[in-house]
Antibody, heavy 120, light 113 residues
């Protein structure tokens, strides 16, 4: 079965950076993009971007460009999302996700989520 | 970016009654490769990741109860829960996955009346 397991909760100070990992198993890691979505407290789901683990090509939503970096390590089937210059409104649960099947289908496999708290 | 707008923001329905959620996209989400609408519905409960219910606007994901159904095309879509159960209390989101960014609606909170 497809599994995406994320790293644990983080507490960071404003201005710092956080790096969340997402370890994939149960499929060939390089065959599927990894997507990142977040949910701030009391807010809706917000799509952040994706990384193609095969080519290392990334796409970032406009609101995150310049602050987010998505990377991957194919040797350990792990994707990473690093967010820099953290602000209090970056406090959120961050999810990684994968499409259900071929390109053109939606995400349907999700990590368990990682709570990132930004507080002084 | 495609803007997804859901209505209502919340609704309270009696157990066993029908719940209907609407989703409108600011432009067509028709996927030209298969002539299907790239519209998904997710159920999100606290402390859990979102769960995919419906994709291609009307295809039920494996294992999803048949009381959940999706309909619509082009820019107007609907999620229907035919007979609300207690375990259906959640926030429901539509998402277009036709073009990046894959935007979500703002969510609709479904509660028991």
């Amino acid at each position: 079965q497809v599994h995406l397991v994320q790293s644990g909760a983080e507490v960071k100070k404003p201005g710092a950076s956080v790096k969340v990992s997402c370890k994939a198993s149960g499929y060939t890691f390089t065959d599927y993009y990894i997507y990142w979505v977040r949910q701030a407290p009391g807010q809706g789901l917000e799509w952040m971007g994706w990384i193609n683990p095969n080519s290392d090509v990334t796409y970032y939503a406009q609101g995150y460009q310049g602050r987010v970096t998505m990377t991957r390590d194919t040797s350990i089937s792990t994707a990473y999302m690093e967010l820099s210059r953290l602000r209090s409104d970056d406090t959120a649960v961050y999810y990684c996700a994968r499409r259900i099947t071929e390109p053109g289908t939606p995400v349907g496999y999700w990590g368990q989520g990682t709570l990132v708290t930004v507080s002084s | 970016d495609i803007v997804m707008t859901q209505s209502p923001d919340s609704l309270a329905v009696s157990l066993g009654e029908r719940a209907t959620i609407n989703c409108k996209s600011s432009q067509s989400v028709l996927y030209s490769s298969n002539n299907k609408n790239s519209l998904a519905w997710y159920q999100h409960k606290p402390g859990q990741p979102p769960k995919l219910l419906i994709y291609w606007a009307s295809t039920r994901e494996s294992g999803v109860p048949d009381r959940f159904s999706g309909s619509g095309s082009e820019t107007d879509f609907t999620l229907t829960i035919s007979s609300l159960q207690a375990e259906d209390v959640a926030v429901y989101y539509c998402q277009q996955y036709d073009s990046t960014p894959h935007t979500f609606g703002q969510g609709t909170k479904v509660e028991i009346k």
